[in-house]
């Protein structure tokens, strides 16, 4: 099994990598769009500004990419964000993946949302084992709104999609790599896809 991590400059990709070494799983960095398509799993990581982010993409080729991609793909953090139809965040257009807005939390909460807090309404074998209301690790100034693909809901001064899923692509808004037993059953679920 090739898994990828797409190594795009965006990233605490090395906690990912750890993750899933600790699970026996070799996760190769890679930006090169030969060894992505030959993938057989695929991680799209993310942590940092929307629009620089999706620069470095764009100069890579990997935003044409991504999309057409046809292998399960997991986008974590501001990944999953990238994969929705545009952020507030530099006002940036995304890749269009997951039809929804992501937006800024409002000032009546401390931005960033930082810690634990629970997941709940899931509906996804990517869930498979979790219970609701399973406690999952964020780190996020910005959250996606509910459309028909919220896979997995968070309150936070309001109820937002923590987690989406259009086709073999699945987004989620916290850190599985960092999220104790429940967040290593998720990246095992999705690796079991």
């Not at 990233?11 to 990912?16: D, L, M, P, Q």
């Not at 800024?104 to 960033?112: A, C, L």
């Amino acid at each position: 099994m090739k898994l990828i991590i797409i190594n795009y400059g965006a990233g605490n990709i090395k906690s990912i990598q750890f993750a899933f070494n600790r699970m026996g799983i070799d996760a190769i960095l890679s930006n090169d769009p030969d060894e992505i398509l030959a993938a057989d799993k695929i991680i799209f990581p993310g942590v940092g500004e929307a629009s620089s982010a999706m620069n470095m993409l764009k100069q890579s080729g990997l935003d044409i990419l991504i999309p057409q991609l046809k292998q399960p793909v997991l986008g974590i953090c501001l990944g999953m964000q990238l994969m929705c139809n545009r952020t507030e965040e530099g006002n940036t257009k995304g890749l269009e993946i997951f039809n929804t807005e992501v937006k800024r939390f409002s000032n009546t909460v401390k931005v960033p949302q930082m810690g634990w807090n629970v997941i709940k309404n899931l509906k996804s074998d990517l869930f498979s084992g979790i219970k609701e209301n399973e406690y999952m690790y964020l780190v996020h100034s910005y959250y996606a709104e509910h459309c028909n693909q919220t896979i997995a809901a968070t309150d936070y001064g309001l109820n937002y999609a923590s987690a989406l899923q259009h086709n073999n692509f699945y987004g989620v808004q916290f850190h599985p790599e960092k999220s104790s037993l429940a967040g290593a059953k998720i990246l095992e679920n999705f690796i079991n896809l």
